[in-house]
């Protein structure tokens, strides 16, 4: 989801106006499924079992991962061009 996405007008999703979920869906980005890991070539493959947007399910989306410090940095060339995810190490509770 694109950072800083404001709040719907109101918090039943299911009464939003097509403005607010057409705003929402070009925002948003989500799959879910398994992966598998090729260290060698730092790639990670993510086979997606289902996704907003159903074109994606049962592809297989690969990824070119890295570490910059505490955060793992994926990339991937697609249709719609370079993409970048950023995941961010939480700090350690005690």
Do not use: C
Not at 15 to 30: L, P, Q, R, V
Not at 35 to 49: A, F, K, L, N
Not at 65 to 90: H, N, Q, S
């Amino acid at each position: 989801m694109q950072k800083d996405f404001g709040p719907f007008r109101k918090d039943d999703w299911r009464s939003a106006w097509d403005t607010e979920i057409a705003a929402a869906w070009k925002s948003y980005f989500g799959y879910f499924g398994t992966y598998s890991v090729d260290p060698e070539r730092q790639r990670i493959t993510h086979h997606i079992g289902g996704a907003f947007f159903p074109n994606l399910v049962g592809t297989d989306q690969v990824r070119w991962y890295r570490f910059e410090g505490e955060r793992l940095v994926l990339d991937a060339d697609t249709e719609w061009g370079r993409i970048r995810a950023i995941w961010e190490r939480a700090p350690a509770t005690s």
